[in-house]
């Protein structure tokens, strides 16, 4: 049937077909569509072309690539030649030049098991226990590589650094934390009210005091407090405290997802014979979880850039590695340079974090 025909047999009447708007614009009107975003956008622009030129000056034109420091120190412009020299030394730390394999190794395998995990095709074909398994296996590998075992000399953790314990930390934070936050958002919406006291005592407690008082705890009171003799490894208690802190805010974004729940969802379940434990698997945290991904995220991300504060407790991420580059007497005082590098690493994390964020709502949203 044509389109002459259909249109008659409605009467004559053809629905309207919405042309989209071009982009240039939908740009102009958000950008000088009325007068309020007409004075903010010649402001910005003013401020960009005051800020811009001696910013680009410094990072490009003006700025050192190669050379020793003494070429640095005549120029105006950056030095990046500190960079090139220094950047190893930034991403590993301490270790040796002939060993910083072993944290790339370590890195690697951080990432690609991290991007695995993050695969919605592997979810559905992958149970339980071989994630568990999985993880664990990479992890230990991580562990043997960072330690210098077993075929070098062993590296304790003190001089673990770079960019592999702000991975580390993060990682296995996140991991850590996820079931206990769930249990934590259950027991906050159970029923029996010494259960949900514990675990709203346990949430305020940790959302109300920063994450480097837990940090202090962990590693200055909590040796006082154990048996004469007996000691927890310092990065390893860090780890235990970012893992306590970061579940009581997790379990605080789980429980605001199953609060958007409906509750007729529960109810299906019910009437389908699922048991408690059962439904909460297969029907109601599924659609939680998917309902709080930006959030979850958000807070993988914050979580990332505060692994800096183990500087407090003596452990060296990339920051700290950063600055501690340009206290070289050959290189002393490119404190720009560092913190410049190790921004732009934070900013790369993040940035494919907040990406995959959008990309896996925009992938659930139709049915993934």
């Known amino acids: 049937?044509?389109?002459?025909?259909?249109?008659?047999?409605?009467?004559?009447?053809?629905?309207?077909?919405?042309?989209?708007?071009?982009?240039?614009?939908?740009?102009?009107?958000?950008?000088?569509?009325?007068?309020?975003?007409?004075?903010?956008?010649?402001?910005?622009?003013?401020?960009?072309?005051?800020?811009?030129?001696?910013?680009?000056?410094?990072?490009?034109?003006?700025?050192?690539?190669?050379?020793?420091?003494?070429?640095?120190?005549?120029?105006?412009?950056?030095?990046?030649?500190?960079?090139?020299?220094?950047?190893?030394?930034?991403?590993?730390?301490?270790?040796?030049?002939?060993?910083?394999?072993?944290?790339?190794?370590?890195?690697?395998?951080?990432?690609?098991?991290?991007?695995?995990?993050?695969?919605?095709?592997?979810?559905?074909?992958?149970?339980?226990?071989?994630?568990?398994?999985?993880?664990?296996?990479?992890?230990?590998?991580?562990?043997?590589?960072?330690?210098?075992?077993?075929?070098?000399?062993?590296?304790?953790?003190?001089?673990?650094?770079?960019?592999?314990?702000?991975?580390?930390?993060?990682?296995?934070?996140?991991?850590?934390?996820?079931?206990?936050?769930?249990?934590l958002a259950l027991a906050r919406r159970s029923p029996l009210g010494g259960v949900r006291l514990l675990a709203v005592t346990f949430i305020e407690v940790m959302r109300g005091v920063p994450l480097i008082a837990v940090l202090y705890v962990a590693t200055l009171l909590l040796p006082l407090m154990l048996p004469s003799g007996s000691a927890i490894d310092k990065l390893l208690r860090a780890q235990i405290a970012i893992i306590l802190f970061v579940s009581a805010y997790l379990a605080e974004i789980i429980r605001a997802g199953l609060q958007a729940i409906p509750p007729g969802q529960h109810e299906a379940a019910r009437a389908l014979g699922l048991g408690y434990w059962a439904a909460m698997r297969l029907v109601i945290l599924p659609q939680a979880l998917r309902t709080v991904i930006p959030a979850i995220v958000n807070l993988a991300v914050g979580l990332f850039q505060d692994t800096t504060l183990v500087i407090v407790i003596g452990l060296f991420d990339v920051l700290n590695t950063a600055r501690n580059a340009a206290k070289d007497p050959a290189w002393l005082g490119f404190y720009d340079e560092a913190f410049a590098l190790a921004a732009v690493i934070y900013l790369i994390f993040c940035v494919l974090a907040s990406r995959y964020s959008l990309w896996l709502e925009a992938r659930l949203r139709r049915g993934g």
């Open 1 to 183: 049937m044509t389109d002459h025909a259909t249109d008659h047999r409605l009467g004559g009447l053809a629905p309207p077909r919405s042309t989209p708007e071009p982009r240039w614009r939908a740009l102009r009107d958000g950008l000088f569509g009325s007068k309020p975003n007409a004075v903010l956008t010649l402001l910005c622009l003013g401020l960009l072309a005051w800020a811009v030129p001696p910013l680009l000056r410094w990072t490009l034109l003006d700025a050192v690539w190669s050379g020793p420091a003494d070429r640095c120190a005549e120029a105006a412009g950056a030095c990046w030649a500190f960079v090139g020299e220094k950047l190893r030394y930034i991403l590993f730390g301490f270790y040796d030049v002939d060993r910083q394999w072993r944290p790339a190794a370590a890195l690697a395998i951080l990432a690609g098991m991290t991007v695995l995990s993050a695969l919605p095709a592997l979810w559905r074909r992958t149970t339980p226990l071989r994630w568990v398994a999985g993880w664990s296996a990479g992890l230990a590998v991580v562990v043997l590589l960072l330690t210098g075992g077993p075929d070098g000399p062993a590296v304790p953790t003190e001089r673990w650094s770079g960019l592999p314990v702000n991975l580390l930390l993060a990682t296995v934070g996140m991991i850590g934390a996820f079931p206990l936050a769930v249990l």
